[in-house]
Protein backbone atom coordinates (compact mmCIF):
# COMPACT_ATOMS: atom_id res chain seq x y z
CA UNK A 1 0.00 0.00 0.00
CA UNK A 2 1.53 3.42 -0.59
CA UNK A 3 0.40 5.42 1.83
CA UNK A 4 1.26 8.87 0.99
CA UNK A 5 -0.42 8.55 -2.64
CA UNK A 6 -3.84 7.41 0.00
CA UNK A 7 -3.24 10.52 1.46
CA UNK A 8 -2.85 12.65 -1.48
CA UNK A 9 -5.90 10.85 -3.01
CA UNK A 10 -7.72 12.06 -0.15
CA UNK A 11 -6.55 15.62 -0.10
CA UNK A 12 -7.91 15.96 -3.81
CA UNK A 13 -10.76 14.47 -2.84
CA UNK A 14 -11.54 17.27 -0.15
CA UNK A 15 -10.01 20.16 -2.98
CA UNK A 16 -13.01 18.30 -5.27
CA UNK A 17 -15.98 18.51 -2.44
CA UNK A 18 -14.70 22.26 -1.62
CA UNK A 19 -15.22 22.91 -5.05
CA UNK A 20 -18.39 21.91 -4.95
CA UNK A 21 -17.38 18.89 -7.71
CA UNK A 22 -19.55 16.25 -6.16
CA UNK A 23 -18.55 14.20 -9.29
CA UNK A 24 -14.70 14.17 -9.00
CA UNK A 25 -15.20 13.59 -5.62
CA UNK A 26 -17.08 10.81 -5.52
CA UNK A 27 -14.89 9.09 -8.43
CA UNK A 28 -12.06 9.08 -5.44
CA UNK A 29 -14.39 5.79 -4.17
CA UNK A 30 -14.29 2.67 -6.22
CA UNK A 31 -17.73 1.68 -7.67
CA UNK A 32 -18.59 -0.99 -4.82
CA UNK A 33 -17.43 1.21 -1.93
CA UNK A 34 -19.09 0.94 1.71
CA UNK A 35 -20.01 4.25 3.29
CA UNK A 36 -20.54 4.13 7.17
CA UNK A 37 -22.12 6.60 9.37
CA UNK A 38 -24.55 8.17 6.93
CA UNK A 39 -28.30 9.02 8.45
CA UNK A 40 -30.34 5.22 8.44
CA UNK A 41 -32.32 6.06 5.58
CA UNK A 42 -29.52 6.00 3.25
CA UNK A 43 -28.08 3.21 1.81
CA UNK A 44 -24.35 2.78 2.89
CA UNK A 45 -23.05 3.05 -0.90
CA UNK A 46 -22.12 5.58 -3.57
CA UNK A 47 -25.77 6.32 -3.97
CA UNK A 48 -26.72 7.01 -0.53
CA UNK A 49 -23.33 9.50 -0.45
CA UNK A 50 -24.44 11.28 -3.22
CA UNK A 51 -27.90 11.75 -1.78
CA UNK A 52 -26.77 12.88 1.19
CA UNK A 53 -23.87 15.19 -0.15
CA UNK A 54 -26.49 16.72 -2.80
CA UNK A 55 -28.93 17.37 0.48
CA UNK A 56 -26.19 18.78 2.40
CA UNK A 57 -24.92 21.15 -0.59
CA UNK A 58 -28.76 22.21 -0.77
CA UNK A 59 -28.45 23.34 2.60
CA UNK A 60 -25.27 24.55 2.43
CA UNK A 61 -23.85 25.93 -0.60
CA UNK A 62 -20.93 27.14 -0.11
CA UNK A 63 -19.70 24.48 2.09
CA UNK A 64 -15.96 23.63 2.92
CA UNK A 65 -13.75 21.19 4.52
CA UNK A 66 -10.44 21.88 6.44
CA UNK A 67 -8.71 19.29 7.23
CA UNK A 68 -6.90 19.89 11.23
CA UNK A 69 -4.96 16.33 10.78
CA UNK A 70 -4.26 13.52 8.46
CA UNK A 71 -2.65 10.56 9.22
CA UNK A 72 -1.95 8.27 6.79
CA UNK A 73 -0.70 4.37 7.48
CA UNK A 74 -0.71 1.65 4.61
CA UNK A 75 -4.35 1.79 3.28
CA UNK A 76 -5.95 3.85 5.78
CA UNK A 77 -6.34 7.46 6.07
CA UNK A 78 -7.30 9.41 9.27
CA UNK A 79 -8.60 12.92 9.18
CA UNK A 80 -9.94 15.66 11.29
CA UNK A 81 -12.33 17.96 9.82
CA UNK A 82 -13.61 21.24 10.67
CA UNK A 83 -17.02 21.77 8.14
CA UNK A 84 -18.44 24.91 7.69
CA UNK A 85 -21.29 26.51 5.25
CA UNK A 86 -23.74 29.40 4.93
CA UNK A 87 -27.38 28.45 5.77
CA UNK A 88 -29.51 28.52 2.97
CA UNK A 89 -31.44 25.78 2.83
CA UNK A 90 -33.44 22.98 4.91
CA UNK A 91 -31.11 21.27 6.60
CA UNK A 92 -32.76 18.73 9.50
CA UNK A 93 -35.83 20.47 9.26
CA UNK A 94 -34.62 23.56 9.92
CA UNK A 95 -35.63 26.74 7.88
CA UNK A 96 -32.73 28.88 6.35
CA UNK A 97 -31.38 30.97 9.39
CA UNK A 98 -28.20 32.54 6.76
CA UNK A 99 -25.84 32.33 9.41
CA UNK A 100 -22.17 30.36 9.38
CA UNK A 101 -22.39 26.51 10.92
CA UNK A 102 -19.34 24.67 11.82
CA UNK A 103 -19.03 21.49 13.27
CA UNK A 104 -16.42 18.60 13.27
CA UNK A 105 -16.05 15.52 12.25
CA UNK A 106 -13.27 12.99 11.95
CA UNK A 107 -13.31 10.59 9.10
CA UNK A 108 -11.14 6.97 7.97
CA UNK A 109 -10.88 5.59 4.22
CA UNK A 110 -9.76 2.58 2.88
CA UNK A 111 -8.14 2.55 -0.28
CA UNK A 112 -7.61 -0.43 -2.40
CA UNK A 113 -4.43 -1.25 -4.33
CA UNK A 114 -5.58 1.35 -7.05
CA UNK A 115 -5.83 3.95 -4.63
CA UNK A 116 -9.67 4.43 -4.35
CA UNK A 117 -11.54 4.81 -1.12
CA UNK A 118 -13.51 0.90 -0.80
CA UNK A 119 -14.44 2.11 2.59
CA UNK A 120 -14.83 5.22 4.73
CA UNK A 121 -16.04 5.99 8.38
CA UNK A 122 -17.61 8.94 9.15
CA UNK A 123 -17.69 10.68 12.68
CA UNK A 124 -19.58 13.86 12.97
CA UNK A 125 -20.50 15.75 15.67
CA UNK A 126 -24.06 15.85 15.04
CA UNK A 127 -25.22 17.31 18.02
CA UNK A 128 -23.31 20.69 17.64
CA UNK A 129 -24.61 21.07 13.98
CA UNK A 130 -28.10 20.58 15.86
CA UNK A 131 -27.75 23.32 18.68
CA UNK A 132 -26.40 25.76 16.22
CA UNK A 133 -30.14 24.83 13.76
CA UNK A 134 -31.89 25.47 17.34
CA UNK A 135 -33.00 21.41 16.84
CA UNK A 136 -32.23 20.96 20.59
CA UNK A 137 -31.12 23.01 23.45
CA UNK A 138 -27.39 24.61 24.82
CA UNK A 139 -27.13 22.27 27.23
CA UNK A 140 -29.07 19.51 26.28
CA UNK A 141 -26.91 16.03 25.89
CA UNK A 142 -27.64 13.12 24.69
CA UNK A 143 -27.57 9.47 26.22
CA UNK A 144 -26.99 5.98 24.73
CA UNK A 145 -30.11 3.69 24.69
CA UNK A 146 -30.56 1.37 27.54
CA UNK A 147 -29.57 -2.23 26.87
Do not use: C, K
Request: without cysteine; aromatic residues 6%; proline residues 3%.
Amino acid sequence: MDAQRNRQNTLDAITAFNAGDLDRYLASYAPDAVIHGLPEHLGANLAGHREFLTSMRAALPDVTSSVEDIVASGDLVATRHTYRGTHEGTLHGARPTGRVLEWRAMTFRRFNDEGLATERWIVSDDLALLRQLGQVGAGSTVSAPAR
